[in-house]
C-alpha cells in the first residue's frame, strides 16, 4: 500500500511597497518584496515579481521597516499621571490585564519587542510567548535595597553579598533575561536619592558576578555618578539613564565617558516623549534636561554604543509605543534619522540579545514589520502615519494613526 505524498506548496505572502529600510542599512530600498512564510522572513528583493503561490499585500506608497525595538519600558506601569499608586492599587489579575493592554498599545504603535526592565512579582514573564502581544524580555522586579528605589515592585535584597547572590539567583531560577538592578535612587521613588548610591561596589560586583555564572547580562540604572562609576567597575553590561546626577545639578566626568564608550558598556538614553501640551518631565528633571542632553553628546561624540529604550509606561508622555519619538530626541545630540531608526532596530535587537531574529528585514528574520505613510529618513514625521503592523507575520488590528510631533 503507497501512501499519498502532499505536494501542494505552502503559501507565502509578499509584501509590496514604495520603500524599505532594513534596519541595518543608511538609505532606503526601493520598490521592495518582502516574502514571508508563517512567521519568518524569507526573502527580500528589489524590483522583483511576487511568486505565483504568494498572496500580494499592496501597501501603496509606504515605506516598510523593521518593528520597532523598545529596550527599555515597564509594562506594570500604566503611563498614568501617578503609576506607582494605580499599580498599588491593582490585584496581581489585575496588573496583568494591565500589562497585556499596554504590549497591545506598544504593538498597535509598531513596537514589535519589548524589554521589561522592572515588574511587580515578575508577571511580565507570564506574558511572554503571548499571541497579540510584542515579543518581550523581562528582568522581573528589579533588585534594590530595602526602601531602595522601586522596592514596592518586590525585588528587595539585603545589603550583603550572599543576599545580593540569592537575589540574582531567585531571579535565574524564575527564568529571566536579563538582571536589573538599581544602582541608585530614581525620580519614581520617594526617599531614594539620584545623587546616592544603593550598593557599595562590593555587592554590585557580587551581582553581576553571579548574573553572568547564569549566562545573564546585567543592566543598572544609575543616574549618581558615582553609581555609574561602580557599576562599570563591577562589569555591568549596560546602564540605564547615565545622568550623572548630583545634588543640584549634572556632572560631566569626560574620562569616565571615555571610559565607557571605550568598553562598549551600553547607554540606555532613556530618551522619547510625546509633546502634549502642558505635561512635561518634574521639574528636577526639566532644569537638568540640557545639561543631560549635553552629555548624551559627549557619548555620542566618544563612539559609546548607545540605544533609546524609551522607559515607557512611567508618566503619560511616556506611554507604551512612545519609542517612535526617540528619533526626535535623538537628532538634538547629533544622531542622524538613520542611525537614530538603527538605535530604535536593529541596534536594540543586538543589545537585548535578540539581534539574530528581531530589528532587521532579512531572510531568516522574523516577520516583525511596520509600514508607515512617506519616507522616515527624509521626513521623521512620518514615522507616526502608522499603515499596517505584522508581528510574526500576523497583521496587527486597529494600528495607531497619526500623532502630532510638535
Ligand atoms: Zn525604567
Not at 200 to 222: K, M, N, S, W, Y
Not at 258 to 269: F, H, P, S, W
Request: net charge negative; aromatic share 2%; hydrophobic share 45%.
Amino acid at each position: 500500500m503507497t501512501t499519498p505524498i502532499l505536494t501542494q506548496r505552502r503559501r507565502l505572502t509578499a509584501l509590496r511597497a514604495a520603500a524599505l529600510f532594513d534596519g541595518t542599512s543608511g538609505a532606503l530600498i526601493r520598490d521592495p518584496l518582502i516574502l514571508i512564510d508563517g512567521d519568518t522572513i524569507v526573502a527580500v528583493g528589489s524590483g522583483v515579481p511576487a511568486p505565483d503561490h504568494a498572496d500580494v499585500i499592496e501597501l501603496g506608497g509606504a515605506t516598510l521597516l523593521p518593528g520597532l525595538v523598545d529596550s527599555h519600558i515597564h509594562l506594570a506601569f500604566d503611563a498614568s499621571p501617578d503609576p506607582v499608586g494605580s499599580l498599588g492599587g491593582r490585584s496581581d489579575d489585575e496588573v496583568i490585564d494591565a500589562m497585556a493592554q499596554a504590549a497591545r498599545t506598544a504593538l498597535r504603535g509598531g513596537v514589535t519587542t519589548v524589554r521589561d526592565l522592572g515588574d511587580r512579582g515578575y508577571l511580565s514573564l507570564g506574558l511572554r510567548g503571548t499571541p497579540g502581544l510584542p515579543a518581550i524580555a523581562a528582568a522581573g522586579p528589579p533588585i534594590t535595597t530595602p526602601g531602595g528605589h522601586c522596592h514596592y515592585l518586590g525585588g528587595v535584597t539585603e545589603p550583603t553579598v550572599d543576599a545580593a547572590r540569592a537575589a540574582v539567583r531567585e531571579h535565574a531560577e524564575r527564568g529571566v533575561d536579563v538582571i536589573k538592578i538599581m544602582a541608585s535612587g530614581g525620580t519614581l521613588t520617594p526617599g531614594t536619592y539620584q545623587h546616592l548610591c544603593q550598593f557599595t561596589p562590593e555587592l554590585l560586583r557580587a551581582a553581576v558576578d553571579e548574573a553572568h555564572r547564569h549566562g545573564l547580562q546585567v543592566t543598572a540604572h544609575a543616574h549618581a555618578v558615582a553609581a555609574i562609576a561602580d557599576a562599570v567597575a563591577a562589569g555591568a553590561d549596560g546602564l540605564e539613564h547615565v545622568s550623572f546626577w548630583t545634588e543640584d545639578s549634572v556632572a560631566s566626568p569626560a574620562d569616565l565617558i571615555q571610559l565607557i564608550a571605550d568598553r562598549q558598556t551600553i547607554v540606555g538614553l532613556t530618551v522619547g516623549m510625546v509633546p502634549i501640551p502642558g505635561l512635561e518631565p518634574p521639574p528636577v528633571v526639566r532644569a537638568r534636561l540640557p545639561l543631560i542632553v549635553a552629555n548624551m553628546r559627549r557619548f555620542y561624540e566618544a563612539g559609546a554604543l548607545m540605544v533609546a529604550g524609551s522607559d515607557a509606561g512611567i508618566a503619560p508622555i511616556k506611554p507604551h509605543d512612545v519609542v517612535r519619538h526617540a528619533p526626535d530626541q535623538l537628532r538634538e545630540i547629533g544622531v542622524g534619522q538613520a542611525e537614530a531608526l538603527r538605535m530604535i532596530t536593529s541596534v536594540a535587537a543586538e543589545v537585548i540579545g535578540l539581534g539574530h531574529r528581531k530589528g532587521r528585514i532579512a531572510p531568516g528574520f522574523d516577520a516583525d514589520i511596520l509600514a508607515v505613510d512617506g519616507d522616515p529618513i527624509a521626513n521623521p514625521a512620518a514615522l507616526h502615519r502608522i499603515q499596517a503592523v505584522y508581528a510574526r507575520g500576523a497583521a496587527v488590528p486597529e494600528v495607531s494613526t497619526a500623532r502630532p510631533t510638535s
